[in-house]
């Protein structure tokens, strides 16, 4: 069974950094690539970044392009994703989830609040 579990979300001022990870257990984890997307509230789901399976190919929205960085943990079965320069416009929960089994699943999700 896949299990995804993030970790790190908060309450941070305009400006500030966050780094979420997240946990991954129940499949390969070298096999997969995995994503982070966001849903603010009364939003629908957006996607915010993809790294392959080996860390080597990375695609960021341009909603967040050179403030946010994702990467991966093949000894830690674990991905992140460092936010900084946040904006009260990235807001919202975070999911980690991946492709598996042609559907995506995705974990509990992280609040995030960018707020003075």
């Known amino acids: 069974e896949v299990q995804l579990v993030e970790s790190g979300g908060g309450l941070v001022q305009p400006g500030g950094s966050l780094r979420l990870s997240c946990a991954a257990s129940?499949?390969?984890?070298?096999?997969?690539?995995m994503t982070w997307a966001r849903q603010a509230p009364g939003k629908g789901l957006e996607w915010v970044s993809t790294i392959n399976n080996v860390g080597s190919s990375l695609a960021v929205a341009d909603s967040v392009k050179g403030r946010f960085t994702i990467s991966r943990d093949r000894a830690k079965n674990t991905i992140h994703l460092q936010m900084n320069n946040l904006k009260s416009e990235d807001t919202a929960v975070y999911y980690c989830?991946?492709?598996?089994?042609?559907?995506?699943?995705w974990g509990q999700g992280t609040q995030v609040t960018v707020s003075s």
């Open positions: 129940g499949f390969t984890f070298s096999r997969y690539a």
């Open positions: 989830g991946l492709q598996i089994s042609g559907s995506y699943s």
